[in-house]
């Protein structure tokens, strides 16, 4: 059975600084990883899907990057914004549980000091 | 409409009580997904449509959680004799066709509370 883990559970920096978060997923068989973003009483927004024959993507100050071999993903935030405040999920799609369902990670919630 | 929408937003429900949650997806949308999501935690997935049809149902926690999607547009999630254990949000998205490669987009979810 798929599982998504998410480290740190919390993360709390000083604007102005890059951090990484990381993914991990116990089955390599995926058809791609996905980063969301979860604004308090809000739904999921995506912020990077990368196939699994991809290595990474760039979106802005965003880059994500994927081993699949290792079973692992990180999130890769430059310059950080006080708006950058949120809680970041990674989700998987396992080739074994199914293509379509997701396979979700925790979270790392994410707080950005002014 | 520009994406996909859910109602209530919030609902409270006594223990007991059935629920009906609806969910309006992405206009021409082919798969339809219901995910829970505990406070603290990650969604998990409930259910999946293709169409009208409910294609995997193997995360739907019991019995008393039935979902639908009768015309393969709109689709309600119906919690019978509600618990507290079921107090969550409960996430719905669609996806233009079926498939690993296609993007999930997120409705704003239902706050269910059962007191």
């Known amino acids: 059975k798929q599982e998504v883990t998410q480290i740190p559970a919390a993360l709390s920096v000083p604007e102005g600084e890059n951090l990484v978060l990381n993914c991990s997923f116990t089955d390599s068989a995926i058809y791609n990883l996905q980063w969301f973003r979860q604004d308090p009483g809000k739904g999921l927004t995506s912020l990077l899907l990368i196939q699994s024959s991809q290595r990474e993507q760039t979106s802005g100050r965003l880059n994500a990057s994927l081993d699949k071999s290792s079973g692992r993903s990180t999130l890769y935030i430059a310059a950080s914004q006080p708006g950058d405040s949120a809680t970041y999920l990674c989700a998987v799609r396992s080739i074994i549980q199914g293509a379509q369902k997701l396979v979700f990670g925790q979270g790392t919630r994410l707080t950005i000091n002014p | 409409g520009a994406g996909v929408s859910q109602s209530p937003r919030y609902k409270v429900a006594k223990r007991g009580q059935d629920v009906a949650l609806r969910c309006d997806p992405i206009s021409g949308h082919v798969s339809l997904f219901w995910y829970q999501q505990a406070l603290g935690q990650g969604p998990e997935f409930l259910t999946y449509f293709q169409n009208e049809a409910q294609l995997d149902k193997s995360g739907l926690p019991s019995d008393r959680f039935f979902a639908e999607r009768p015309e393969g547009s709109v689709s309600t999630l119906k919690i019978q004799r509600t618990q507290q254990e079921d107090s969550a949000v409960y996430l719905c998205?669609?996806?233009?066709?079926?498939?690993?490669?296609?993007?999930?987009?997120f409705g704003p979810g239902t706050r269910l509370t059962v007191t």
């Open positions: 998205a669609s996806s233009f066709r079926a498939g690993g490669d296609y993007e999930q987009y």
